[in-house]
């Protein structure tokens, strides 16, 4: 077994502790974007369409509805805040991938890749497009992102790659024109199939839109149950009301499922972040990253990273974290381990902003499924449209998600809603205590993995070999 980068140049414990000195437990992109606050629903009420979850697939979700039909009454309904859970604490990256990557892509829908792939670009123009013409200020950039090498085996599989057009194979002395590393051996730019994002922008921009359009929004009010009575509609109790809908799309993500069906089909795991104080002038130039490219390497715990509007480094990843028991806890976001680490592993990064401080970490919960990506479904004489298993690809791919669910309440069959990716469901999670054990397993093989230059052991390739095999 051989040491990683992070581990042959680590920092000292004293460098560590004075760039953690100070930082906040706070999700900087939700501080930072000043969102408007929406009532409490109370009392009844009769819609058309009611959304449950107000981050970025239930705002995208409303917002198509309202856009498609003006006087059809739409009403989006938030247990907490909007924005507040994975649409707030996300990296900003915006993937046209739908299938979280091209080789999980080919594994999983082979017959029908291609198409995935050029819808997902068209997701991601359609996108920028609505985000220009709506007038949404959320710090939008279509710079592209860097697939990075930091151990030999990474740059030879990216030797590997078939390039398609809008990528570009960066040796080591071209990326270092880029973006200065020393962990750097080479990477592949993808000059279009990505841009970045303020997440807790865009979800306030989303909600002011969608407010603007006329849906009604509710912060507060929980739902806690699908009822179905009758044929006509769908009742949604909270604590203070409830909303009585022809029809119901459920954007909860990560959180359990209202409908049984689904209790077993995602698992929460936590990512954590850190972000910088803004970099002076001086720390800019001596990175260079002047075409500000959202970066990730190539490990199977790996980091991603970019810089804000204001130039933070946001620096996340490697650990993720499932817990015993499938429970979403604020209890599990404070992990003072994973936060050191990631402060080692960017100091090594980036030796030359040595003496820089973090001035925020966080933490969220990803809702992965068996299959690494989306799935959707209708339930209740498709009165109920669903979506969810997004596992950390959700900010672009939320977008897909809200058409993918409108078409299906529609009743009526389109080139979406018979997609392989849409028809199909993933494995369950086998209930606990075999799921952690699993996770467990699948992520103690997976470190070793990355310390025995990638190679897979038994386990990942009998994975690999039923089809539930990841590589990030």
């Known amino acids: 077994m051989h040491t990683t980068v992070f581990e042959r140049n680590a920092p000292s414990a004293a460098a560590i502790d004075h760039s953690l000195a100070g930082v906040r437990r706070s999700p900087f992109w939700l501080e930072d974007a000043a969102a408007a606050t929406y009532p409490r629903l109370t009392g009844g009420l009769e819609c058309d369409l009611a959304v449950v979850g107000a981050g970025y697939c239930g705002l995208w979700t409303a917002i198509k509805a309202k856009r498609a039909d003006p006087s059809r009454r739409v009403v989006v309904l938030e247990a907490k805040t909007v924005g507040w859970a994975a649409s707030g604490r996300n990296g900003g990256f915006v993937e046209a991938s739908l299938t979280h990557g091209e080789d999980n892509g080919v594994a999983r829908f082979p017959a029908e890749i291609d198409r995935l792939n050029e819808l997902g670009l068209v997701n991601l123009d359609t996108i920028e497009a609505t985000v220009a013409e709506l007038g949404i200020d959320c710090d939008w950039e279509r710079n592209g992102a860097i697939d990075l090498a930091v151990e030999p085996y990474q740059l030879e599989a990216l030797r590997e790659w078939e390039l398609t057009p809008g990528q570009v194979f960066l040796g080591a002395s071209e990326l270092a024109r880029e973006v200065s590393s020393p962990t750097y051996l080479g990477g592949v730019w993808n000059t279009r199939s990505s841009a970045l994002v303020h997440p807790g922008k865009l979800a306030a921009e989303l909600a002011r839109v969608a407010s603007e359009l006329g849906v009604e929004i509710f912060e507060h009010s929980k739902v806690d149950a699908v ?81 804000s509007a204001d130039n933070r480094i946001l620096f996340g990843g490697y650990d993720a974290i499932n817990h015993f028991g499938q429970r979403v806890d604020p209890r599990y976001e404070n992990r003072p381990e994973s936060y050191r680490r990631l402060a080692s592993h960017f100091l090594t990064t980036f030796p030359q902003l040595a003496g820089i401080r973090f001035s925020h970490r966080w933490a969220g919960p990803i809702d992965t499924s068996t299959r690494f990506c989306a799935f959707f479904g209708t339930a209740r004489q498709g009165r109920v449209a669903y979506a969810a298993g997004f596992t950390g690809l959700g900010v672009a791919s939320t977008h897909f998600a809200a058409d993918v669910m409108l078409d299906l309440l529609s009743g009526v069959p389109s080139e979406l809603t018979e997609l392989e990716m849409v028809r199909s469901r993933p494995l369950p999670f086998p209930p606990e205590p075999a799921a952690s054990i699993g996770i467990q397993l699948t992520r103690w093989s997976l470190d070793r993995a990355d310390h025995n230059y990638g190679r897979r052991n038994l386990m990942l390739r009998g994975l690999d070999a039923v089809g539930l095999g990841f590589d990030s």
């Open 227 to 307: 009822v179905t009575r009758d044929s006509a509609r769908v009742i949604l109790p909270t604590r203070t009301g409830s909303v009585f809908a022809s029809s119901v799309a459920l954007a909860t993500n990560v959180f359990p499922s209202l409908l049984r069906r689904n209790r077993l089909q995602t698992v929460p795991v936590y990512d954590y972040v850190l972000i910088t104080e803004p970099l002076s002038a001086e720390q800019l130039v001596s990175i260079g990253w002047s075409n500000r490219q959202g970066l990730g390497d190539g490990a199977n715990q790996f980091h991603y990273y970019r810089l």
